[in-house]
């Protein structure tokens, strides 16, 4: 092995220096680590939010379509109605045709 590359035989400059790169290798490592679960936490946050607003937007589809066949129902509850107040008035225009006649007779 060479003898220079046991740091127990560096001068005292050599150890500073060695030291100092060591102490920036640390926290070089610690920041890429540090960068990598904040870029994965925003990750999970982005994905969390899209699933919240597809939920969301489930939930108003759901409501939307209850809404439109409610509507349909009462559409369609009326339309009856309608008909029906139609009939009557129908019917009562007949009785009073038949009332008038008989009178006539």
């Known amino acids: 092995m060479n003898k220079n590359l046991n740091p127990l035989n560096w001068k ?8 100092a790169i060591a102490i920036l290798l640390v ?4 920041t890429g680590v540090a960068v990598h679960a904040n870029q994965k936490a925003e990750e999970k946050k982005i994905e969390q939010l899209s699933k919240e607003k597809a939920k969301k937007l489930k939930l108003e589809q759901k409501k ?8 349909k129902l009462t559409v369609r ?3 009856i109605l309608l008909k029906k107040l139609l009939l009557i008035k129908i019917l009562n225009l007949l009785k009073i045709q038949f009332l008038k006649l008989k009178m006539l007779k």
């Open 77 to 79: 509850n009326y339309l």
């Open 27 to 30: 926290g070089a490592v610690g």
């Open 12 to 19: 005292r400059s050599q150890q500073v220096v060695g030291g």
């Open 64 to 71: 939307l379509n209850s809404l439109k066949n409610l509507v």
